[in-house]
Every structure is written in C-alpha cells, then in structure tokens.
C-alpha cells in the first residue's frame, strides 16, 4: 500500500496568511495526487487534481504543485471560509489512500 | 444537479449487518466508478470500497475484506454496500463518492452515520 503523510498536522493563521501543506508519498505516485478541503459535519470538497488543476468553481487563490512523491497545496491568501481540514490522496493505485488530514484554525 | 444521497445507516450490535445505498442523479451513473469511504468519529478518511461503472471490478480496503459487499444496479442508478460482521471500529460516517475520469473523487453524498455499538 502507498502510505501518505502530511505536514504540519495542525497550523494557526490569520486571514490574508500565505498558507502551505506538504504531502509525501511513500513511493512515486506521478501527478495522481488529490486535495480535499473538509468543514466539520461536512463532506470533502475535490480542490485539486492531478496535483496541480483547480476543480471547477474553487477560487484561484488555491493551488497545488509537484510530482513523484512530494505534493504542496498554497493558499495564496486565507480567507475566512478556508479555515477547515484538509486531505490529499493518492489515486495511483485502485486502493486509493489519503493523508491524515492537515487542520487550519484561526490564530 | 449531480447529487449522491445515502441512506440506511444507523445503531447496530457487534456482530450485525446493515446495507447502505445511494443513489446517484443529474449524471450518467453507469459511467462513473464509484467508492465507498469512511470517517470514524474525529479521525481522518479512509477509502472502504471500489467498484467499475459496470460492476466487474471491485476492490476492498484489507479493513473490510471478506466482511464487507460493494454493489451497484445501474438502472436504479444506485450504489450499495453490505456490511456483515460489524465492529466497533467499524463505527463512522460513510460517504459514497464518484470517481471522475482523471481519477479523483469528485463528487461526494453527505455522508450516513453507522454506529456499532451494544
């Protein structure tokens, strides 16, 4: 199985931060990396595929980068309604697996 | 408007069996993949289940393997799975989510809570 592990688990910010989430995969996975953006009692939201294309109606201020085994997701400027927990996952494999989730609160 | 919707979770024994559903509308569900994922209570998501858009293919996550039946009725346009010898751990959220063609999940229901519990 393809572990994923993301950093850092946990981060505060502020509206308007600069924000980045790392992701590794524990072998090459290409570009098959998803994000996943999840608000509590909610379900996950596709932000990202293929490591680097926006899905269809997320803002611009989202993006991600990479290829083999390390993936980063930005948030160019935080908005109020990015403070949520969020998921990449691999999709090299049938078996897909995520990370453990990287949770943004405000600071 | 493409939605999925879940339905019949709910509070089971150890040991017991529920069958969960969902049901697909505003696409062409035969076309899509399909999967189950699940979230236990105040943890991460954890993929359960795959099936092809024509059934023949199914993968199990190693958690579920041999407890667990993924299946669909494309005329229904419906998505199924059959939990027996349910677990404590077994207990979460469970959503059912469409696989888009460049393979992600781009699509998700709300997601049906099953508890396990006596």
């Known amino acids: 199985d393809i572990q994923m592990t993301q950093s850092p688990s946990s981060l505060s910010a502020s509206v308007g931060d600069r924000v980045t989430i790392t992701c590794r995969a524990s072998?090459?996975?290409?570009?098959?990396l998803n994000w996943y953006q999840q608000k509590p009692g909610k379900a996950p939201k596709l932000l990202i595929y293929?490591?680097?294309s926006l899905q269809s109606g997320v803002p611009p201020r989202f993006s991600g980068s990479g290829s083999g085994t390390d993936f980063t997701l930005t948030i160019s400027s935080l908005q109020p309604e990015d403070f949520a927990t969020y998921y990449c996952?691999?999709?090299?494999?049938?078996?897909?697996?995520f990370g453990p989730g990287t949770t943004v609160d405000i600071k | 408007e493409v939605q999925l919707v879940e339905s019949g979770g709910g509070l089971v024994q150890p040991g017991g069996s529920l069958r969960l559903s969902c049901v697909g509308s505003?696409?062409?569900?035969?076309?899509?993949?399909m999967n189950w994922v699940r979230q236990a209570p105040g943890k991460g998501l954890e993929w359960v289940s795959y099936?092809?858009?024509?059934?023949?293919?199914?993968y199990y996550a190693d958690s579920v393997k041999g407890r667990f039946t993924i299946s669909r009725d494309n005329a229904k346009s419906s998505l199924f799975l059959q939990m027996n010898s349910l677990r404590a751990e077994d207990t979460g959220v469970y959503y059912c989510?469409?696989?888009?063609?460049?393979?992600?999940?781009?699509?998700w229901g709300q997601g049906i809570t099953v508890s396990v519990s006596s």
């Open positions: 293929s490591a680097s």
């Open positions: 996952q691999q999709s090299y494999t049938v078996g897909i697996t």
């Open positions: 989510a469409r696989s888009a063609m460049v393979p992600c999940l781009d699509v």
């Open positions: 072998q090459s996975i290409s570009v098959k």
């Open positions: 505003g696409f062409i569900f035969s076309s899509h993949e």
């Open positions: 099936i092809s858009g024509g059934g023949s293919s199914i």
